[in-house]
């Protein structure tokens, strides 16, 4: 098994920053991709980004690649998601989210694709 717990959420102005953070434990060692995932109130939960062991990205659309920017650091099981230039409708319960399925990865972006998810961490961006 794998826990995931996600710090760094918070109240922040349009045009701000924050950064998550998601730490692994348990058996981290199984782990290859992490994602980020986010659920608005009323909205389903959408694919934000996600990341390969080897550091090799996904985004979900090209405007939060430029503002959104996920790392990892495999020695410490942790995924980050640095979020700039943030906007209103960025507010959201932001998840992590790891595989460990040996398969490789179809979609990176759906659900399905992950084992282990956070409990969720609040953004809310001020106007």
């Known amino acids: 098994q794998v826990q995931l717990v996600e710090v760094g959420g918070g109240l922040v102005q349009a045009g701000g920053s924050l950064r998550l953070s998601c730490a692994a434990s348990?058996?981290?060692?199984?782990?290859?991709?992490m994602g980020w995932f986010r659920q608005a109130p009323g909205k389903e939960r959408d694919f934000v980004a996600a990341?390969?062991?080897?550091?090799?990205?996904?985004y979900s659309a090209d405007s939060l690649k430029g503002r959104f920017t996920i790392s990892r650091d495999n020695a410490k099981s942790t995924v980050y998601l640095q979020m700039n230039s943030l906007r209103p409708e960025d507010a959201a319960v932001y998840y992590c989210?790891?595989?460990?399925?040996?398969?490789?990865?179809?979609?990176?972006?759906?659900?399905?694709?992950?084992?282990?998810w956070g409990q969720g961490t609040q953004v809310t961006v001020s106007s």
């Open positions: 989210a790891a595989r460990s399925r040996v398969a490789t990865m179809a979609e990176p972006g759906e659900e399905y694709e992950y084992d282990y």
């Open positions: 990341i390969k062991s080897n550091a090799r990205p996904t």
């Open positions: 348990g058996r981290t060692f199984s782990i290859n991709t």
